[in-house]
């Protein structure tokens, strides 16, 4: 259904990023809600949105949660694209590589975060790994009006149309699971002798060992809040290095325009500078013949 009003965009944004196992119930109950209110067209439009799959739902809180990661992932991808029409039309098309670069930086740190939403809310099935979610971006990347439902958290609400032909994405290929051959069966041991079962743990014990465990899963826990703040870090340092770099290929096109420009400016004023010594010099020619021409004159 095409996206028309605030309001319908409202009633979208949350219907999709309600979890998919609570879609349909969610949709229906939407439905429902607008039909007692005698919105009849809308409650129809509404029952017959399909549930979007998990790295939808994921990429669409993650527009919410974290709209300045998205936004800047949509900037890169929008920025290929423009590149991308500049060469095929003959015209500069700046560093291309450099905001390729950019790109593959922003669909790793907003696939990351999508892949994170997905775990949070028990979604680990097809769909929501980080190389999943990476690939559905791959897709979307190449294509403007994805971008824009991307963006607003609406992925699914329509049909953005087919992706631009000439479309390449920042992502490398992802690689097929390589396929494991069967391991050759292996002779039956010969069975061991019995050993004599040894006691048991006391309740003492098993109370210590319990203990253990829950202090291990808790330094777990830390270490991996640590570990995720670290890969943060490092993603948006590698985004800033990405955005600094394309600025300096900016900057540097930017140069090399500016010098050929005084290097033309200086061929102009030596030019010109040779016309006026050859005015003068005709200036000077006239004057003297002038006065010459007095000088018989008065004789």
Not at 78 to 90: C, L, P, R, T, Y
Not at 146 to 159: F, N, P, Q, V
Not at 192 to 211: D, F, I, L
């Amino acid at each position: 259904m095409a996206v028309e009003t605030s309001a319908v965009a409202e009633i979208l944004q949350r219907l999709f990023q309600t979890p998919p196992a609570e879609f349909v119930a969610e949709r229906n109950r939407t439905a429902k809600a607008l039909r007692a209110d005698g919105d009849k067209d809308l409650a129809t439009a509404i029952a017959a949105v399909r549930r979007p799959g998990v790295s939808d739902w994921a990429l669409n809180v993650a527009a919410v949660e974290h709209p300045d990661e998205v936004a800047e992932l949509v900037e890169a991808a929008n920025e290929v694209i423009d590149s991308q029409e500049a060469a095929m039309e003959g015209r500069d098309a700046g560093d291309l590589r450099i905001r390729l670069k950019l790109l593959r930086v922003c669909t790793a740190t907003v696939a990351a975060l999508a892949s994170g939403i997905a775990d949070r809310f028990g979604n680990t099935g097809a769909g929501s790994s980080i190389t999943d979610i990476t690939t559905r971006l791959t897709e979307i990347a190449g294509n403007r009006g994805a971008l824009a439902l991307l963006e607003r958290g609406l992925l699914g609400a329509e049909d953005p149309g087919s992706a631009d032909p000439f479309a390449v994405v920042g992502g490398e290929p992802v690689p097929r699971a390589t396929r494991r051959e069967p391991e050759k069966a292996k002779a039956k041991p010969a069975p061991a002798p019995k050993a004599v079962k040894p006691a048991g743990p006391t309740a003492a014990e098993r109370k210590e060992r319990r203990a253990a465990v829950t202090a291990a899963q808790k330094a777990l826990a830390a270490a991996e809040a640590v570990a995720d703040a670290a890969r943060r870090a490092v993603s948006k340092q590698e985004t800033a290095l990405a955005k600094a770099e394309a600025r300096v290929a900016d900057a540097e096109g930017q140069l090399a325009a500016l010098k050929e420009a005084s290097s033309t400016a200086a061929d102009a004023l030596a030019s010109a500078r040779e016309d006026d010594a050859t005015a003068a010099d005709e200036v000077a020619a006239a004057q003297a013949a002038l006065s010459a021409a007095e000088a018989h004159l008065g004789d």
